[in-house]
């Protein structure tokens, strides 16, 4: 089965996976927020697939509100879930794709540190995950 993304669906996935990342950031700021970033940011590079492709997309259409984690939270939680429900709708695979893709770069990005994630981070992860499963929920 094949994925046709609009450009606002390119837009949400975009949101959603480098929100992640960025929400990471915001957990990791005791640590190295920069570290855990990039190695978010690196993990999301390797994305295959149609998946892959939006992500490495340059484009200008990222507009993440990270004034607070709180505000950036409000963005990003609900971007992730609706790009599972999306995904979902046309390929399952191409949704677990993106669901891998993202889970991979939390992980990345978690253990960035040394030794074992902070609790933050580990709570952060535990929040973006919940995000990604309550796709199909909310009907």
């Known amino acids: 089965m ?7 669906d390119k837009r949400t996935l975009r949101t959603a996976a480098y929100g992640a990342v ?27 697939g ?8 340059k484009t200008n259409d990222l507009k993440l509100t990270s004034k607070s984690a709180a505000a950036l939270a409000d963005q990003v939680l ?17 949704a677990s794709n993106f669901r891998s893709t993202v889970i991979t770069a939390i992980e990345a990005a978690a253990r960035a540190g040394q030794g074992a994630p902070s ?4 709570d952060m992860a535990r929040k973006i995950v919940s995000a990604l499963d309550a796709a199909g929920k909310g009907e």
């Not at 960025?22 to 295959?48: E, I, P, Q, R």
């Not at 971007?79 to 046309?90: P, V, Y």
């Open 22 to 48: 960025t929400l990471m950031s915001f957990a990791g700021v005791a640590s190295s927020a920069h570290k855990v970033a990039t190695d978010g940011t690196l993990a999301l590079s390797s994305a295959t």
């Open 119 to 122: 609790p933050t981070l580990a």
């Open 50 to 57: 149609p998946i892959g492709h939006v992500l490495a997309a």
């Open 78 to 94: 609900p971007a992730l879930t609706e790009s599972m429900d999306l995904l979902s709708k046309q390929d399952v695979e191409e």
């Open 2 to 8: 094949s994925v046709t993304l609009t450009d606002q």
